[in-house]
């Protein structure tokens, strides 16, 4: 039983992490139709920009890992905000070439973290409170994985009401459903669509931080092994749809866990719920049916 | 086809798009005058709905030059020719289907202070279902939106595409007089199929065949009347039978 | 009076998409941007012949370069009879042959696939697999890894080809991946786990192993690629290969029209998957093993990059692209290690030493500013130039 706690619990945490890749990727295409195979790369300068800053500010300390968080989402952010400008925007309606382009840039992008950081992993230490445990009903869960599980779960809630309340919440909402009828009501949607890019980099960002204390270590790699599951839950949640994303990451998360654990199975096993999901229903869990 | 001492709102001359490679407007000319509900008519496929698009750019236009109020349009994009008093109401009526009613409103409104008394007296319907989803609305609410949509703002034209498809009589009755009180105020642009509600409210109309202009007439009433006429642009007989089109499915997605 | 005429035709076909966005539509609507090039399109048959005269010589001089003495510094490592150049070569070769399969999938057929990876594994690995674990000899052998290539792209491409677009991407994605992971995983010791695996010698004839032997292999490499290059020129000129571009276009019409595009994607598919085995076999000889990497979704990129670069729906892209991204990946570690850019400030030393970086760059660029590829490039390039000349005779 304790077991089954500890698994649930680490496989929501892995969730959470999924969550933070997917929650971007599932807008960015809902809206824009791009497929953006860079957004490992935001993730992964997250991380190693953040690892970079807490160790000359110190690591281990929990002020320390606050400023890592916020580092991550701006550096993200960032990055993702000038591949929209630079990249995405000036193939505006040609998706094919959207996509490339993203395939060339993460290419580039691991290149030159593996010029710059090597190809080996690097240690991540973060507060010591990580490294204990906490009892839940019989199981030892790692502290680490439930600040995973809250930061993920914050951005969330911050992502749902930047959509439920502003302005360009309501463009973004309104767009993943229909982008003509929104230009078509005198909205000029490309800046929704830099908002957009931006915010899923800033998670990305922050997933990349959390990634790092949750496996330990950063590495050049660690964005696109990442992005292989969040293109999954992704695709099982339905693309566009932010609910979508966050249900599947835990069910994807959990689900792994659980397999990998009894069986030793568990990329297989979502790998085949992938195949299922999409022969029965291709747009996903919660996606609009076309 | 305007009276001579006033400018035409919208002017458009050789106008063509393609969709796909198809060239489904093929050099129509005509002017839209600045007052009243002018009719743009036509069969199926003729090029009725890709005309309109193609006016605010949302179909690519491969040559041809429009006039907004004097002013050329061909290089403005999208979004930008809307801001300059251009209400859309398109076919299928294209509401948000997650946002509320109240927010499919908001996100319409362009000006410092929408016409929203007008709004809410039309359509007393929609203020009662302000936070109600707006993809939960029967066709005919939903229809509401659309053209609540386009006459919140002041516009300096309104381009109405077939906003009794689909509808109840009933329906169709508070469309009809929804666009005659606008049409007060704003000149109208109607793609219609209803004959009827063309004959109540059109006064000029423009008929379309095979993606060119074939024939304009000042009353559309008159036309109407003309058999001949109108048997042989629109395929339809007076005495009733009506002509079925071997297509039938509706273009859009419901 | 007669009663008012009221009509209730349906209304006109409103035939623009929406929304762009429609998930199953995009990948579609915009791999129909893809054109094939027309095949020798305004080509008389004097310039047929001079085409086909051009490539027996270039043949002729590819299969004769193991015996020149042919130096090209900077892009060669050695003379081109010596092993170093010749291992450089056939690789290029090979990869050609790799994308000119993918060239099938993508440029034929407008698949986008994600997983091609995965049969290209399926001929190294398999082959290594049965040389060291059935003892046949190699012939057999690779028979047999055919046959299994063919059932596996047969199996994977009934489920994949169920969807369209992006979640056929995804799908194809998805199967590669469960590749990659049961290869790492090393069921029964067969796969080598993440050092991959070599084949036996045992069941390898002597005149292919061996550096001395180089030039074999050499020529095995040149022979696939000419074979796959036959196999394609054949298919895309087939009726399969035809409907399989008209759905690439306008998959509605070809339905419409009472033909299969299930069937025809299907082939397309099965062959380039069996292709891409193929010279998977020949490349597990050459590299003496492989490795992980080469199921991976990494290495399907590596082939897309190639075809794009090269142009894509052109055959020749597809070589050219092939050619030029291994010649790159081998030769850049050589030139940035060279001192003229070892002496560069860091800031331009260290991308610069990445060939990945040059390469994704580049692609980027590419993307960017050459659409069509390098043959898109050359044949403006070439339309412009007419164009002047023409001009300048009148």
């Known amino acids: ?290 | 086809m305007s009276p001579d001492n006033i400018e035409p709102i919208l002017r458009v001359q050789g106008l063509r798009a393609a969709i796909d490679g198809s060239q489904v407007v093929d050099g129509v000319d005509f002017d839209v005058p600045a007052t009243g509900i002018t009719a743009l008519l036509g069969r199926n496929g003729v090029g009725k709905t890709s005309t309109i698009k193609s006016i605010i750019g949302l179909i690519t236009r491969t040559g041809g030059t429009i006039e907004l109020a004097g002013e050329r349009i061909e290089k403005v994009p999208t979004h930008k020719i809307i801001q300059r008093g251009v209400g859309y109401v398109p076919e299928d009526r294209e509401v948000f289907s997650a946002l509320s009613v109240a927010e499919n409103l908001k996100l319409a409104e362009r000006d410092e202070h929408p016409n929203r008394q007008l709004v809410d007296e039309l359509f007393p319907d929609l203020v009662k279902r302000a936070h109600q989803a707006a993809g939960s609305l029967s066709g005919g609410q939903q229809q509401m939106v659309s053209l609540a949509r386009a006459l919140l703002n002041n516009n300096k034209l309104l381009l109405v595409d077939e906003p009794t498809k689909g509808l109840a009589p009933k329906i169709v009755q508070e469309v009809a007089q929804a666009l005659a009180i606008a049409a007060q105020s704003v000149p109208i642009l109607l793609v219609e199929q209803n004959l009827a509600v063309v004959r109540q409210l059109a006064a000029g109309a423009i008929i379309l065949s095979g993606g060119k202009v074939v024939h304009r007439t000042e009353s559309a009433a008159d036309f109407l009347n003309d058999e001949a006429l109108t048997q042989r642009f629109l395929g339809v007989q007076s005495e009733g039978a009506v002509e079925q089109s071997a297509e039938t499915t509706s273009g859009g997605m419901l | 009076m007669s009663p008012e005429p009221t009509n209730t035709l349906p209304s006109e076909e409103s035939t623009g998409e929406r929304n762009n966005t429609s998930a199953v539509n995009t990948v579609d609507k915009v791999a129909r941007r893809v054109r094939v090039q027309p095949a020798r399109s305004a080509q008389g048959p004097r310039s047929k012949v001079g085409a086909w005269g051009l490539g027996l010589a270039g043949l002729l001089l590819m299969a004769a370069l193991p015996l020149l003495n042919i130096s090209i510094p900077g892009i060669l490592p050695t003379p081109t009879y010596q092993p170093g150049s010749l291992q450089l070569l056939a690789m290029c070769m090979l990869m050609a042959a790799a994308a000119l399969s993918y060239h099938l999938l993508i440029g034929v057929a407008g698949l986008l696939s994600f997983g091609h990876a995965l049969y290209f594994g399926a001929g190294s690995y398999g082959l290594a697999i049965i040389l060291n674990n059935f003892g046949l000899p190699l012939l057999p052998a690779m028979g047999l890894t055919l046959v299994v290539a063919l059932a596996l792209s047969a199996v994977t491409g009934m489920v994949a080809l169920r969807v369209t677009g992006i979640p056929f991407a995804m799908v194809t994605l998805a199967f590669a991946q469960a590749g990659s992971v049961l290869v790492r995983r090393n069921p029964g010791g067969a796969t080598g786990g993440e050092e991959g695996v070599s084949p036996d010698a045992a069941g390898i004839p002597d005149f292919l192993i061996g550096v001395a032997n180089t030039r074999n292999l050499y020529w095995l490499s040149l022979l696939t690629l000419l074979i796959v290059i036959v196999v394609v020129t054949w298919v895309q000129s087939s009726r399969a290969g035809h409907v399989a571009a008209a759905v690439r276009e306008n998959e509605l019409r070809v339905r419409v029209l009472g033909l299969q595009p299930y069937w025809a994607k299907l082939l397309i598919f099965v062959v380039a998957g069996v292709l891409a085995a193929a010279v998977g076999m020949v490349f597990v000889l050459l590299q003496s093993g492989t490795v992980p990497r080469q199921v991976s979704a990494d290495f399907t990129i590596t082939l897309l990059v190639m075809v794009v670069l090269g142009g894509v729906g052109s055959k020749w892209g597809a070589v050219i692209g092939g050619v030029l991204y291994t010649l790159l990946d081998q030769r850049l570690s050589a030139f940035a290690n060279s001192i003229a850019v070892e002496s560069l400030p860091a800031i331009l030393h260290v991308p610069l030493s990445e060939p990945l970086f040059i390469l994704g760059a580049l692609f980027v660029l590419v993307v960017l500013f050459m659409p069509g590829g390098l043959t898109g490039a050359v044949r403006r390039l070439r339309e412009r130039l007419s164009a002047n000349s023409a001009a300048k005779r009148n």
């Open chain 1, 1 to 290: 039983m304790s077991t089954l706690i500890l698994l649930l619990i680490t496989g929501v945490g892995l969730g959470a992490l999924y969550f933070l890749v997917a929650s971007g990727l599932s807008l960015i295409y809902g809206l824009m139709g791009v497929l953006n195979f860079a957004h490992g790369a935001f993730l992964t300068l997250g991380a190693f920009v953040s690892w970079e800053m807490s160790r000359r500010i110190g690591e281990g300390t929990w002020l320390t890992f606050i400023i890592t968080l916020v580092i991550g989402a701006a550096v993200g952010g960032v990055f993702a905000a000038l591949t929209e400008f630079a990249l995405i925007r000036p193939l505006y309606n040609r998706h094919i070439e959207q996509v490339l382009v993203t395939v060339g840039l993460s290419l580039a992008a691991v290149a030159i973290f593996e010029g710059v950081w090597g190809t080996d992993p690097q240690y991540t230490k973060g507060p010591e409170w990580f490294t204990r445990t906490t009892d839940v009903l019989g199981a030892q869960v790692p502290n680490d994985r439930f600040v995973t599980i809250i930061v993920a779960a914050l951005v969330l809630l911050g992502v749902v009401l930047f959509l439920k309340k502003t302005r360009y919440g309501m463009i973004i909402r309104a767009g993943v459903e229909n982008r003509s009828m929104v230009t078509a009501l005198g909205i000029d949607v490309r800046k929704a669509f830099t908002l957009v890019f931006t915010i899923g980099g800033a998670a990305a960002g922050i997933g990349g931080v959390l990634a790092s204390h949750y496996f330990g270590y950063v590495s050049p790699a660690l964005g696109g092994s990442l992005l292989i599951f969040a293109f999954i839950v992704t695709v099982i949640g339905g693309l566009g749809s932010l609910a979508g994303a966050a249900i599947a990451s835990v069910v994807v998360g959990v689900l792994q866990q659980i397999t990998n654990f009894y069986w030793g199975v568990g990329d297989f096993v979502v790998i085949v719920l992938l195949a299922v999901v999409l022969l029965t229903k291709p747009t996903g869990l919660m996606g609009k049916t076309a």
